[in-house]
């Protein structure tokens, strides 16, 4: 079975260490869809996402299964500040990478970035490229990240809770500006979380993950009103509900 | 009501200690560490001869089945002056750290947890004395209140603190930051009672590691001083004055002075190991 | 009785930036008022100003209709507000057992007479969070963040405080486990008549467990409101924003 363009499978994939932390995953990613992977600390979600990106840390390793992408695999991250070098401005940054990436000279690779930041909507990119990482908002930060995975040009954009850390009004621009991506370029994405809702409200299809192991797959809507798995139900059940804001009376 | 998830630990020296066997630079401290102590705590026992008698006629001898170390140039034996030597330089070393020890600890533990004024007073002072070479300055203040050992241990309790205080500043410092030390003091107790109780368990550690940095700088010292004439006087057997004794034979009779250089080596690089062990073992680095 | 903490016209400097500004601010016992902020809105620095680890610049915090002020508070002022953090993993001292914390804080303040009273008061705390009497002789690196947390909340309730300032205390913890503990917190306060402030940037939670809601923004309260009214008829632009922003499970209806 090929993956297409875009497309992801992952077949019994085992991540081990000392112990055996992931247990036989199956995952199933079609190309432009958004599929969220939902679990507590520990389920093994997390190194999941480092399996395809090839991204294990040391110590631990694939001990069984197939991970196959389908084209360029890119990934955005929970901390922006620990990826990004701290002595090194980001429009520098990101220059190196669009050079590495598709070669060429300086000033392109300068104008690459520049694209690229207004892409991600970063207001005002020709100073924001000069500053330094600690200069920048979280939410401004966490663009650079997604403009540093862009560069690569990739078909299938991994997260790793990139809004986790971030301020609700920033996380809502955020996953505004991932659906936009998503819609524009035919990305495909893989969303890491621990939050149910902010999966919900971004992806088609969840992934229940528990102890290493994938409890429930299903279409959102499925997985919110219909989950078979008791520990499913049991995530959908703590997820805190709001009342419905009342619409703002027009004058 | 929900069960405790935690296992229970058997007693936590016992835990302590299977990790301590783990550490291999421990290990091969503390045997080291203990064999030299070990032979000069023993060494009326287990020095084969009589450290001052001389014997003029079997003097500058190599080393032999009957002196294993030879003798030096007034047929004294060598191994029992090693010996003894290291009892008198290991006893020096020791005890003349525990007033430092005490003085950093007490000296980084206020000056980190007051910050402020006291912290910069406190600070200002530091600066002063690692104004100067420290060497020079326990030189200058055996040269002032006398040779030998009074000298040595009046110069380290004045001198001695300035490192580890800062040490023990900076890990007091960041200690504060977490927040169960607010909690102490938050929760009703004093600030004395915060800083004893809560604060010096877990700063002990790394002073105990600083300490034995220190007993070997001390015992280096000792034997340069002696080594200088300034330190331990003869009659008193001393590794330092051993090796400038012996210097003038360093290329003929090379086991006069080597040997006793040996032996600070050997306990230095124990006391070195035994410090990094106790610093694996409480993951301190 | 107990008339709750008043902050009136406070405002917190550091050097000459006002960080904190004219908050004014009422939390009766029993009552649990939620402080929402985005990160950089101060609430922080609010909640040390509280317990008094940050000078005051303007204004007046009280308690019972005494005035506390930063810094010198006695053994009595330290002990009615208490706090309870964000971080589970730093707010335990890791070289002492959870009873000898708990033993030490009961005698220095004189309650429950001799040993055997303290250890008993110890479990009994424990109990309340839903602990057992084991993990008195229990170091703080066995238990989970979820337990390390109603930890924390035992010994901030072992010296019978007035007002509980709870920051953040479920952002580090998996969703399960904050369901529990918020329940604990809902509970304790009615329990014990405790006015406690409940800090937060999740609105989820701050629904779930508060009587009041108030924003702040910049180190200013933008707006004071009952939560009823709160969430779905927010009167300041900025809330409004906040609650737009909140991803929500959008359920089929039934």
Redesign the interface.
């Known amino acids: 079975m090929s993956v297409g363009v875009g497309g992801l499978a992952v077949t019994g994939l085992r991540i081990s260490g000392e112990t055996e932390l992931v247990h036989g995953v199956d995952l199933a990613l079609a190309p432009g869809e958004a599929l969220g992977i939902v679990g507590?600390?520990g389920s093994g979600k997390t190194l999941t996402l480092r399996a395809v990106m090839g991204l294990l840390p040391r110590g631990l390793r694939v001990s069984g299964g197939t991970v196959e992408a389908g084209g360029r695999v890119a990934m955005i991250f929970q901390d922006p500040l620990s990826y990004l070098d701290p002595m090194t401005r980001v429009g520098t940054l990101l220059g190196e990478i669009c050079r590495a990436h598709h070669g060429g000279s300086v000033a392109s690779a300068r104008a690459r970035a520049r694209e690229l930041f207004v892409d991600v909507r970063l207001p005002d990119p020709d100073t924001l490229l000069r500053r330094y990482p600690h200069q920048l908002s979280?939410g401004q930060r966490q663009r650079v990240l997604l403009a540093i995975a862009l560069a690569a040009q990739p078909d299938i954009l991994l997260c790793d809770e990139p809004t986790t850390a971030l301020?609700?009004?920033?996380?809502?621009e955020v996953?505004a500006l991932l659906a936009e991506l998503r819609a524009r370029r035919g990305l495909s994405l893989l969303f890491v979380s621990?939050?149910?809702?902010?999966v919900?409200?971004l992806c088609d299809r969840v992934v229940v993950f528990r102890d290493g192991l994938a409890v429930e797959t299903g279409p959102t809507?499925d997985i919110?009103?219909r989950p078979t798995q008791t520990y499913t139900k049991?995530?959908?059940d703590?997820?805190?509900?709001?009342?419905?804001?009342?619409e703002?009376d027009s004058e | 009501m929900s069960t405790v998830s935690a296992v229970a630990a058997p007693r936590p020296f016992v835990r302590w200690l299977r990790r301590a066997l783990r550490s291999p630079a421990l290990v091969a401290g503390a045997f080291l560490l203990a064999f030299m102590v070990a032979v000069s705590v023993l060494a009326p026992v287990v020095a084969p001869y009589d450290p001052e008698t001389q014997n003029l006629g079997g003097g500058l001898a190599a080393p032999s089945a009957s002196h294993w170390f030879g003798t030096d140039q007034l047929g004294r034996d060598i191994l029992s002056r090693v010996i003894w030597a290291g009892r008198t330089d290991l006893r020096i070393a020791v005890l003349a750290a525990i007033i430092p020890f005490i003085t950093g600890l007490v000296v980084g533990l206020v000056s980190g947890y007051s910050g402020g004024r006291v912290d910069w007073v406190i600070g200002r002072v530091v600066d002063t004395f690692v104004a100067f070479p420290f060497y020079v300055l326990i030189i200058a203040i055996v040269f002032a209140v006398g040779t030998g050992e009074n000298g040595i241990f009046i110069a380290y309790a004045l001198v001695g603190w300035i490192s580890s205080a800062r040490v023990i500043r900076a890990k007091t410092k960041a200690l504060c930051r977490e927040g169960w030390v607010g909690a102490a003091y938050g929760g009703g107790l004093s600030h004395p009672r915060v800083v004893a109780r809560h604060l010096l368990p877990n700063v002990l550690p790394q002073a105990v590691v600083l300490l034995m940095t220190e007993i070997l700088l001390i015992m280096v010292a000792v034997v340069t001083l002696g080594y200088l004439g300034l330190g331990v006087q003869p009659p008193t057997p001393d590794w330092g004055t051993m090796i400038s004794d012996g210097q003038l034979f360093l290329a003929t009779k090379w086991w006069i002075p080597s040997l006793p250089g040996v032996a600070v080596v050997i306990t230095g690089v124990g006391l070195s190991l035994l410090g990094d062990g106790l610093a694996d073992v409480w993951r301190l680095r | 009785m107990s008339s709750g903490l008043e902050l009136v016209g406070v405002g917190v400097a550091y050097g000459s930036t006002r960080v904190i500004d004219e908050v004014a601010l009422q939390v009766a016992p029993g009552r649990i008022v939620g402080l929402v902020g985005?990160?950089g809105s101060g609430k922080t620095t609010l909640a040390r100003a509280i317990v008094g680890s940050v000078p005051l610049a303007s204004g007046s915090i009280r308690l019972d209709g005494v005035e506390l002020r930063s810094g010198h508070r006695s053994r009595e002022e330290r002990r009615a507000i208490q706090l309870v953090q964000q971080d589970p993993f730093a707010s335990l001292n890791p070289a002492l057992t959870i009873g000898s914390v708990l033993d030490e804080l009961l005698r220095v303040h004189g309650l429950c007479g001799d040993r055997a009273g303290r250890r008993t008061r110890s479990a009994e705390l424990l109990g309340l969070v839903g602990l057992e009497a084991e993990v008195l002789d229990r170091y703080p690196r066995q238990f989970s963040g979820g337990q390390r947390q109603r930890i924390a909340i035992a010994r901030a309730l072992a010296v019978e405080p007035a007002v509980l300032v709870a920051d953040e205390p479920t952002s580090s913890l998996?969703?399960?486990v904050?369901?529990t503990v918020l329940e604990l917190l809902s509970e304790l306060a009615a329990q014990m008549n405790l006015a406690t402030l409940f800090i937060s940037?999740?609105?989820?939670?701050i629904?779930?467990v508060c009587d009041h809601v108030a924003v702040l923004q910049g180190g200013r309260l933008v707006e004071v409101a009952p939560s009823g009214r709160f969430?779905?008829?927010?009167e300041d632009p900025y809330s409004?924003?906040?609650?737009?922003?909140?991803?929500?499970?959008?359920?089929?209806p039934r």
């Open positions: 507590e600390s979280g301020d609700v009004t920033v996380q809502a996953l621990h939050d149910l809702a902010v919900a409200s809507a919110v009103n049991a995530l959908v703590a997820v805190l509900p709001l009342p419905a804001l009342a703002v | 985005e990160s998996d969703t399960s904050q369901k940037h999740d609105l989820s939670v629904h779930a969430f779905t008829h927010p409004r924003a906040l609650l737009e922003a909140v991803p929500r499970i959008v359920k089929e």
